[in-house]
């Protein structure tokens, strides 16, 4: 009876530290993803961001990790790219300018979405160098977006957001997708 309840504690104990361990480990992952040297970047927003979503927050692998940040971005990019479109067909009224600045993002969000497709299937299937780079180009297209209202002397707080969520999604995930590259390049030798 002494043994069994030693055996119990200890595993109790065991699955305690190995649930702690794995915490950790994801813990360190997210923030390894979010540490980035840009202006304007908020390391803590990213936690924050990252740690949201559950899909996100309970990976255990760097694979899992990239594959998941990349769905999230593609999710929050086509919300993003549908309030875009509808705003643009709903947009009769408004100035030319607006309207301009419209259809350019859309444009420029169909690139967001369409490189966060690529870069997913990229990871999936090794091409870490190209998923990098369909990362950054989703970065980039967004950016575009924001440019285009920006030049135009206009606002809007939504496509701002979705542009800013963009930029938190592809860079966090490039990072883990080098680290992804570097460690098969590292044991390839």
């Known amino acids: ?43 803590n927003f990213c936690i924050k961001l990252l740690n949201s979503d559950p899909k996100i927050s309970s990976t ?3 694979f899992d990790l990239a594959i998941a940040i990349i769905q999230a971005g593609n999710s929050h990019a086509s919300k993003t790219q549908d309030y875009i479109n509808k705003k643009h067909s709903h947009e009769g009224g408004t100035s030319i300018v607006v309207s301009s600045a419209l259809s350019v993002c859309s444009k420029w969000y169909g690139g967001v979405v369409g490189a966060f497709v690529i870069a997913l299937d990229d990871v999936q299937h090794q091409k870490f160098q190209s998923a990098s780079d369909h990362v950054e180009s989703a970065n980039d297209f967004a950016k575009n977006c924001e440019e285009a209202f920006a030049s135009r002397n206009v606002q809007d707080n939504e496509i701002s957001k979705g542009d800013n969520l963009v930029m938190y999604f592809s860079l966090s995930a490039k990072v883990v997708i080098n680290v992804l590259g570097e460690t098969i390049n590292y044991t390839t030798f």
């Open 1 to 43: 009876m002494y043994s069994i309840r030693n055996i119990s504690i200890f595993s109790i104990f065991f699955l305690l530290l190995a649930s702690q361990t794995k915490a950790n480990f994801n813990s360190n992952l997210i923030e390894k993803a979010c540490t980035i040297n840009k202006p304007n970047w908020d390391f």
């Open 60 to 62: 255990q692998t760097p």
